[in-house]
C-alpha cells in the first residue's frame, strides 16, 4: 500500500449493503469474469478500432495484469491511468482491479501541474499515459515529472508512435503470457479507484472508492435506468477518466454486463454518428454537448428547432431509453429540446466525486421543474441517502427547509486522498458527506438543489476552481490582485471571469493571462474567457472580496472576450 486510504463509515453500516443484497460484495474483476463467461462473444468496448468481445477483452486484461505484475504492481499500489475513451483504458481499468491495486484516472489534457499534484498526493508508483494525443505528448511530460516525484518507478506508453525514452511501450506489456495469472481477489470493501474531482478546493480533490461503493452504489444508479434489466449499451460523451465516466467500466461493464460505446474526443458530429450508428440504450453526457448537437442539428437543417426530424430512426427510437445529463444544471428548454430529438427520457443526475448522486428518473419524459430550484429527483437508499442539514449547526432540517446537502449510502467513497484536512471538513464523524450544495426536501421527499455553499464554476459540466486559477494568476507580474467568477453562459452553462487590478498601471490582456497559466502548468479549459480591469476590488463588510458585486459589475460592463474558446472538459 502507498497510501493510506481508510474508510470513514462505520464497519458495521458498510456491510449490512451487502448483508441485505444492495452491494455484491465481489472485487470488479471477479464481477467482469462473471459476466463474460455468462455470453462469451458478447460485446464488451465499441471504439474507433471497432468492437471489442468480453473474451478477448478478458484475455488482454489478464496480459497486461501480467506485465505490470513482473513490473513490480502489487496489491494497494495506486497506478495512474491518462488515457483518452479508448478500449486501452478500460484493459488498464480492469487490469489493475485484477491486481487489487487502485487506479487513479485522470482525462487527458489534464495540464502538468495537476497530474503532478495527483500523482504526488497519491503516491502513485506508475501512470499509463498516451504517447500522444490530439497534440499532447502525456507519457514525455510524466516522464519529465519523475525527478520531483520519488514514488513513481514507471511511466507506460499507450498508442501509436515511439515510447519515449526511459518509458515502457505499453505495447510490450500487452505481448505477456497470461495463462499463469492469479488474479488478487482482494477486499470487495477496499479501494478499487480514486476520482478526481475540482471541486472548490485550490488543490483537484482526489476520492477514494471501494468495490462495493463503485458496483453497488453507483452501480444501483445506473440499474434503477435499465426497465427491463437487459444489458445496456452505454455511449460515454464524457471521459472514462471523469468522475461520471467512473459508471463506464466498473458499472455498465463489470455490474450489468453492457457495451461502452466511446468516443476518443468529443464533437457533436461523432457523438450524432454514434447515435445513429451504435444504437445506444442510454447516452451519459453534460448538458453543454447536448445543447452542440442540438446546434449542428439546427445548422443542417432548415427547419426551425420545434420541426426538427428526430436524430434518431423507428429502430433506435425504439431501443434508446435515456440520455442521462449531469455536471451542471439542466435547463428545461434544452431538456424538452433533447426529448423531442432524440425520442428517449432525458434525466437530469445531480451528482458528484464526493459521493451523492440523485435523478429525476423515467417517470416522465423530462425531468420535472418547478420555481423553488432545480428538481434533482428523490434519493434511492440503495445508492445514497440525502438530509438538508443547518448550515451552522449541522442539526438535520425539517422537510422544507432550506439548508446544505448531505449523503450517506452504499456509493459514499472511503475517504479523501492525502487529505486529512478535507475529511475533517467535508465528512461527519458517523460518515455522512457534506456537499457544499444547498438544497430541500419536499413533502414527497423530492430534492430541489438551490444554490451552492462552495465557490466553483461550472462550464459545459467540468468543475473549475476560481480558488486555483488566483493562485496561479497572482504569480502573474502584471497583476496585483485578482479575483475569478463565475459569469452566466447560454452554451456552456457558466464562463470563468478574471477580475484584475493590474500593477503599475500595466494592464494585461486574456492572450497574456491565458500564457501565464500555460507556463504554469494549467490547462486551457482552465483559462478565463472575460476580463474585468478595476481599480480595486470591491469589498464585503467582512472584508473579504465581493463576488457578488464583481458578477453584477461583469452583467453590466463592457468585457474582453477570448480568442478562442478552451476545449470542452468532461463531467466531474
Not at 430512426?313 to 423531442?340: F, N, S, V, W, Y
Not at 467540468?462 to 494568476?473: D, F, G, M
Request: glycine fraction near 10%.
Amino acid at each position: 500500500m502507498t497510501v493510506e486510504l481508510h474508510d470513514l463509515l462505520p464497519a458495521e453500516l458498510r456491510r449490512s449493503w451487502v448483508v441485505d443484497g444492495t452491494c455484491p460484495d465481489l472485487d470488479l474483476y471477479s464481477l467482469f469474469r462473471a459476466r463474460q463467461i455468462m455470453d462469451l462473444h458478447h460485446t464488451a468496448v465499441l471504439d474507433a478500432k471497432g468492437k471489442l468481445c468480453y473474451t478477448a477483452l478478458d484475455r488482454k486484461v489478464r496480459c497486461l495484469a501480467t506485465g505490470l505484475r513482473d513490473l513490480g504492481i502489487r496489491p494497494g499500489d495506486v497506478v495512474g491511468v491518462q488515457l483518452p475513451n479508448h478500449r486501452n483504458a478500460v484493459i488498464a481499468d480492469l487490469a489493475l482491479a485484477a491486481l487489487g491495486a487502485v487506479a487513479l484516472p485522470f482525462p487527458v489534457g489534464r495540464g502538468s501541474l495537476e497530474a503532478e499534484c495527483l500523482l504526488r498526493r497519491a503516491e502513485a508508483v506508475a501512470v499509463i499515459a498516451a504517447t500522444e494525443h490530439r497534440g499532447a505528448h502525456h507519457a514525455a511530460e510524466l516522464h519529465a515529472l519523475s525527478p520531483v516525484l520519488p514514488a513513481l518507478r514507471h511511466v507506460i506508453a499507450a498508442g501509436p508512435g515511439t515510447a519515449p525514452e526511459g518509458t515502457v511501450p505499453l505495447a510490450t506489456l500487452l505481448r505477456g503470457d497470461p495463462s499463469g495469472f492469479v488474479p488478487a481477489r482482494p477486499d470487495p470493501d477496499s479501494a478499487a479507484r480514486i476520482l478526481v474531482s475540482s471541486g472548490s478546493e485550490a488543490e483537484p480533490k482526489m476520492v477514494a472508492y471501494s468495490h462495493n461503493a463503485l458496483a453497488g452504489g453507483r452501480g444501483n444508479f445506473l440499474a434503477s435506468l435499465i426497465p427491463d434489466r437487459t444489458p445496456p449499451r452505454c455511449l460515454f460523451l464524457v471521459p472514462l477518466a471523469s468522475a461520471f465516466g467512473s459508471n463506464g467500466t466498473a458499472v455498465t461493464l463489470a455490474r450489468h454486463g453492457g457495451t461502452l460505446i466511446l468516443l476518443d474526443h468529443f464533437t457533436p458530429e461523432a457523438a450524432l454518428a454514434a447515435v445513429a450508428e451504435h444504437e445506444p440504450t442510454h447516452i451519459l453526457g453534460v448538458p453543454t454537448m447536448v445543447r452542440m448537437m442540438l446546434e449542428r442539428l439546427d445548422a443542417t437543417s432548415e427547419k426551425p428547432a420545434a420541426d426538427r426530424k428526430p436524430v434518431t430512426g423507428e429502430r433506435q427510437r425504439e431501443t434508446l431509453t435515456a440520455l442521462i445529463l449531469g455536471g451542471a444544471p439542466l435547463d428545461e428548454p434544452t431538456a424538452a429540446a433533447a426529448a423531442q430529438a432524440f425520442g428517449c427520457h432525458v434525466v437530469n443526475l445531480y451528482g458528484s466525486a464526493d459521493g451523492v448522486n440523485c435523478h429525476t428518473g423515467l417517470d416522465s419524459t423530462t425531468p420535472p421543474t418547478d420555481d423553488a430550484g432545480v428538481v434533482a429527483g428523490r434519493p434511492d437508499p440503495r445508492v445514497a441517502e440525502i438530509r438538508i442539514a443547518d448550515t451552522d449547526t449541522h442539526a438535520e432540517v425539517p422537510d422544507g427547509g432550506i439548508g446544505e446537502i448531505v449523503a450517506r449510502g452504499p456509493m459514499t467513497p472511503l475517504c479523501y486522498v492525502g487529505a486529512p484536512d478535507l475529511d475533517a471538513r467535508y465528512r461527519t464523524p458517523d460518515g455522512w458527506v457534506r456537499t457544499g450544495d444547498l438544497g430541500f426536501l419536499d413533502e414527497d421527499g423530492t430534492l430541489h438543489i438551490v444554490g451552492r455553499l462552495k465557490d466553483v464554476v461550472i462550464r459545459g459540466g467540468a468543475n473549475i476552481s476560481p480558488a486555483e486559477v488566483e493562485r496561479e494568476l497572482r504569480s502573474h507580474p502584471h497583476i496585483r490582485d485578482v479575483v475569478c467568477v463565475g459569469v452566466p453562459d447560454h452554451l456552456m452553462g457558466e464562463r470563468l471571469a478574471a477580475c484584475v487590478v493590474p500593477r503599475s498601471g500595466e494592464v494585461p490582456t486574456l492572450d497574456s493571462l491565458g500564457q501565464h497559466l500555460t507556463q504554469r502548468g494549467l490547462e486551457q479549459r482552465k483559462h478565463p474567457e472575460r476580463l474585468l480591469v478595476v481599480a480595486e476590488l470591491p469589498l464585503t463588510p467582512a472584508g473579504k472580496p465581493d463576488r457578488a458585486a464583481l458578477r453584477e459589475h461583469l452583467a453590466q460592463a463592457s468585457v474582453h472576450e477570448a480568442p478562442a474558446a478552451p476545449s470542452l472538459a468532461p463531467a466531474g
